[in-house]
Nanobody, 119 residues
């Protein structure tokens, strides 16, 4: 059973920074991709950033140049460094891991961590 545990959310002023962490039980190398989604009130969940086993990264246009995703395999952890935060970044942030087994891709989700950007 895969468990993803997020941490690092909180309240920050516009222009500030936060770093989110997601620890994966059993390691992260098993996943084809691991990353972060977010969901703001009244909006659909959207991809924020992801990284593949090959090291390729993909970012939402709205966060390019401000957010950076990285992994630390020794700690089975993926990070999301968020700089120059804006009120529009306010959302619940979810860690997601995708694992291809046969022809099926399984998605695992963390419980979410709240990020609030407000003065």
């Amino acid at each position: 059973q895969v468990q993803l545990v997020e941490s690092g959310g909180g309240l920050v002023q516009p222009g500030g920074s936060l770093r989110l962490s997601c620890a994966a039980s059993g390691g992260i190398s098993r996943f084809n991709a691991i990353g972060w989604y977010r969901q703001a009130p009244g909006k659909q969940r959207e991809l924020v950033a992801e990284i593949t086993t090959g090291g390729s990264t993909n970012y939402a246009d709205s966060v390019k140049g401000r957010f950076t995703i990285s992994t630390e395999n020794a700690k089975n952890t993926v990070y999301l460094q968020m700089n120059s935060l804006k009120p529009d970044d306010t959302a619940v942030y979810y860690c997601n891991a995708a694992e291809l087994m046969g022809r099926t891709t399984w998605h695992y989700w963390g419980q979410g961590t709240q990020v609030t950007v407000s003065s």
